[in-house]
């Protein structure tokens, strides 16, 4: 069941980021006060009392965008206006009515939109007399609220949900796998995300550093919800030139965090950099289930093969050797549906239970394996310290793949041993493409 969508609409640095988190109790919305920092359309569901809806947050309308994306945003705003049953037209108390919120009030009435006003940067009740003025937009009465502050929040959310009482709403669908979509600059990251979800929900051009807001896009693909994530690009931490790059970079990693399949794009007409091996590490580190997407791969020139590529990933980014890697040109949408589908492949992979029985079958192999090899790299430390014995282990979680072992002393299992053993458990088990997460503790007959 599609959510009622109510879109936040005002010119820039009137607030409408703030609100969006205002309302949604986090922060979603990259707040600065340099005007133009949403480009994007941001959303997220608000729910009161098992009924909910969808809040937009847009770009400033009539922005002046230093890397000339101006008529991309408004485009977004456009398309934000042509989706919403209920437009926020938000204005700045403290600026008073100015042309540009009568020319956006024009293109509501254009619409025939239901609206409410919303005056923001009230801080104090001795303001509110100031939005008197704003009546004359044509949308009576205008609320005054201070999304820094909270103030009037809750009188807001009453009046958004009186005005959609007589629309249907419900839970929004839980969706049934997240992806992260994360790379370095001008990678075709949102390129790949519209391919995706076949149209043009995010903006995409050739000037770097285009996307700044970790973007949820929803889309149905055989039945189910799924949730494409579109992120920043990554720069080394020397070269962020400022705190919106910085809620950039936080929000492009919480996205990594909170997703399923993280979907790790290289272009393949540049080497791999050393951001992209930071990226992989933090990828592998967080125990993620990722593959990794080579675009742009009808611009590749030095690459003979794609197993020639593949061979030279694996050096390059060792930690991350379990990945699968597919190959698309996002800008054709080659190859997209493939990464769909291996995808849910990999989610496949990273939420099977394993029966107990069966993984301790693997562990008695990986240890017969593994007691020649470990004494003939026997040391003195080592051998002072004893053997590490795996008595049983059990799995313990999914999502990643969690794996609790039974040993006689955990300090003997080191990284070399622990990266052997997982290995060896992705070959002899039915999650060869997904991380492998160990645990071990004291066993005590």
């Not at 409410?116 to 005054?144: Q, Y």
């Not at 996307?211 to 962020?240: M, N």
Request: one cysteine or more.
């Amino acid at each position: 069941m599609a959510l009622p969508v109510v879109a936040i609409i005002g010119r820039p640095n009137v607030g409408k980021s703030s609100l969006l988190n205002a309302l949604a109790g986090q922060m979603i919305s990259i707040v600065e006060p340099t005007a133009g920092v949403t480009r994007d359309r941001v959303s997220t569901f608000i729910g009161k009392d098992d009924r909910y809806f969808e809040l937009i947050d847009t770009g400033g309308y009539g922005v002046v965008d230093s890397d000339q994306l101006s008529d991309h945003i408004e485009q977004q705003i456009l398309q934000a206006i042509e989706s919403a049953q209920l437009v926020l037209f938000m204005v700045d108390i403290r600026d008073g009515r100015v042309p540009l919120d009568e020319k956006i009030a024009r293109l509501l009435r254009k619409n025939d939109l239901d609206v409410i006003g919303v005056a923001n940067k009230a801080d104090t009740a001795r303001m509110f007399p100031a939005a008197a003025e704003f009546s004359k937009l044509g949308f009576g009465e205008f609320l005054c609220i201070s999304a820094k502050n909270n103030l009037n929040k809750n009188v807001l959310l009453d009046k958004i949900f009186d005005k959609l009482a007589t629309l249907k709403s419900g839970r929004p669908v839980k969706p049934a796998m997240k992806i992260a979509i994360v790379g370095k600059r001008n990678v075709g990251k949102s390129t790949l995300v519209n391919a995706m979800v076949g149209s043009e929900r995010v903006i995409v051009s050739e000037t770097p550093g285009t996307t700044r807001d970790a973007v949820d896009v929803r889309f149905e693909k055989d039945g189910k919800t799924i949730v494409v994530i579109d992120t920043a690009g990554i720069r080394k931490k020397s070269k962020i030139a400022n705190s919106i790059e910085f809620y950039s970079y936080v929000r492009a990693t919480r996205s990594i965090r909170r997703a399923d399949v993280v979907l790790f794009l290289i272009d393949a007409a540049t080497a791999v950099s050393q951001v992209d091996k930071k990226l992989a590490r933090f990828i592998a580190e967080e125990y993620k289930s990722c593959i990794i997407i080579i675009n742009k791969w009808d611009l590749a020139k030095d690459a003979a093969t794609s197993d020639d590529y593949e061979d030279y990933l694996t050096k390059s980014l060792p930690g991350l050797r379990y990945a699968p890697i597919a190959f698309t040109t996002a800008t054709k949408a080659k190859n997209v549906q493939s990464v769909l589908d291996l995808t849910a492949e990999i989610f496949k992979q990273t939420t099977t239970p394993i029966p107990t029985a069966k993984l301790n079958k693997a562990f008695e192999i990986i240890k017969a394996e593994s007691v020649g090899a470990t004494k003939r790299r026997r040391s003195a430390k080592a051998g002072k310290a004893g053997w590490p014995k795996i008595y049983y282990a059990t799995q313990i979680a999914v999502n990643p793949i969690t794996i609790l072992m039974f040993v006689n002393k955990p300090q003997l299992f080191e990284e070399n041993f622990r990266r052997f053993i997982a290995g060896r458990l992705r070959e002899l088990l039915p999650v060869e493409e997904v991380p492998i997460r160990l645990l071990t503790r004291s066993h005590r007959k």
